[in-house]
């Protein structure tokens, strides 16, 4: 409860707050609320006044202008599979849940847009988009449950950015409900549009602590006819760098994802993954997962793709390929991708790292960053994967054998410490696409620069006077 209300008036704003979203709009029982107050990673647990789900942009409003007529703290959530922490609210707090508001409001096939509320499941977009002929590009592992509005508050990756960019250039336009509840209607389908600052690309990436997004007019693009997909074994990274660039030559730049998958990743993934194996008698150093799409004809590419793989393997390159014959294999390699994670958590404690450097420098970060944390932490198991297109590396650092699994975790800060000193040398940012949020403030204050800390801070205090919104996250 805010310090400055006595119980009487805190129980009527609870009433007033009710009374705005309705019975189907409030959650207050504890057990009711546990999946919205726990974090998946288990490093956070959250507490909360209540659940309030607003259906509509005008209940956000209504619910947003009485918290801070109050300064009551409200912690706006959407799917809550973040990594960071950004979705946790304290005791005093309200969490604020976009998941009634789950409308598609348009979708214009001709101006190749989508218009959606921010609680549409992310899954759900991107088949909208293929019954209408088009694709909505943003892809990851969490889409069966993630929503729109959360992958716009914490500008999300994921697989395809290589070829169509982050969520920040999927938006053209977003409805956004400011800390007094004014509404900002900017639910623009121009992609020219220079009429002053670009208020959208400053709520998208801000954690849902500068206003609630509620909406958003969402880019879409051709649907392809042709995807061809290969896992591809290499013996050295830079090799890995080469045959991404013969590749994006080649194709004019079709290439949609390419992933990065270490021995050690790869080896987790099938020792503990039903159903995951590696096409190759023996797993290479590293394995590229790579994908290229194009044109209206299945198979045109594949010539073309075929001849390309064939140059890199006479050129010493590759080692070996395996290219997928049917939807059925291709998805079996992506199954291979997408199950590190899960595949981690049978080998013990893992210390995360979510960073991006220069593509030309993710050679140089993996032998460095490798060679450090090896030397710093021995026995730990460096497990490095992800987006090798746009030089996002998860860095994952598993614990040593027969471990402790909470004294290794407890090495957390060193060893970000010397994984992201490594990645502030190369011109890296250490937080390429999971936010802030609340584990990660201490390495913005170390690595952002003063005057943009500063810069930040000041829009925070313009936009959110009262510090209601997710009070902790960012700043």
């Known amino acids: 409860m805010p310090s400055a209300m006595n119980d009487q008036r805190f129980e009527s704003v609870l009433a007033e707050l009710r009374a705005v979203v309705g019975p189907a709009g409030w959650i207050d029982d504890p057990a009711a609320m546990t999946p919205y107050v726990e974090e998946q990673r288990g490093r956070y647990r959250g507490a909360a006044v209540a659940v309030i789900a607003p259906a509509s942009t005008d209940e956000v409003s209504r619910v947003l202008a009485h918290c801070n007529a109050v300064r009551l703290g409200v912690v706006p959530q959407g799917g809550n599979t973040g990594l960071c922490g950004g979705a946790v609210a304290g005791a005093d707090q309200v969490i604020l849940s976009l998941r009634r508001m ?131 074994a290499v013996g050295d990274i830079d090799d890995a760098l080469a045959v991404l660039d013969r590749l994006q030559q080649a194709s004019d730049g079709r290439v949609n994802a390419c992933e990065l998958m270490s021995d050690r990743s790869v080896a987790f993934t099938t020792r503990h993954v039903a159903g995951c194996r590696a096409p190759f008698a023996t797993l290479p150093p590293w394995m590229l997962l790579v994908e290229v799409s194009g044109g209206r004809i299945v198979d045109e590419l594949r010539p073309l793709f075929e001849a390309t793989l064939a140059e890199a393997l006479e050129a010493g390159e590759l080692l070996d390929a395996a290219l997928a014959e049917s939807q059925a294999q291709a998805q079996a390699f992506w199954r291979l991708r997408e199950s590190i994670p899960e595949a981690q958590k049978h080998e013990g404690g893992s210390i995360k790292h979510d960073v991006s450097v220069p593509v030309s420098a993710v050679p140089e970060f993996l032998r460095r960053a490798g060679a450090a944390v090896e030397s710093a932490l021995p026995g730990a198991r460096v497990c490095p994967f992800g987006h090798l297109g746009d030089g996002n590396i998860h860095f994952n650092v598993s614990q040593p054998q027969g471990a402790d699994r909470e004294t290794f975790l407890g090495e957390w800060e060193r060893c970000n410490r010397i994984v992201h000193d490594i990645v502030a040398e190369l011109g890296g940012s250490f937080s390429a696409e999971h936010g802030i949020g609340r584990l990660k403030r201490d390495e913005l204050l170390r690595y952002k620069p003063a005057v943009a800390v500063q810069a930040m801070r000041r829009i925070k205090q313009a936009l959110d006077p009262n510090g209601i919104l997710n009070p902790g996250a960012l700043l």
């Not at 002929?133 to 449950?145: C, I, N, T, V």
């Open 102 to 232: 789950n409308h598609i409001r348009a979708l214009d096939a001709r101006n190749r847009t989508l218009t959606a509320e921010a609680g549409c499941i992310l899954a759900e977009l991107q088949r909208a988009a293929a019954e209408a002929g088009r694709l909505f590009p943003l892809s990851l592992a969490a889409e069966g449950s993630c929503q729109i509005g959360g992958n716009l508050a914490t500008n999300a990756g994921g697989t395809n950015a290589l070829r169509y960019g982050v969520a920040r250039d999927l938006a053209l336009g977003l409805e956004v409900v400011l800390a007094d509840g004014t509404v900002w209607n900017g639910l623009s389908a121009l992609k020219k549009d220079n009429t002053g600052y670009d208020l959208r690309d400053l709520f998208v990436g801000s954690e849902g602590t500068l206003g609630v997004i509620t909406a958003a007019t969402l880019r879409l693009f051709p649907q392809p006819g042709d995807v061809q997909t290969a896992l591809l």
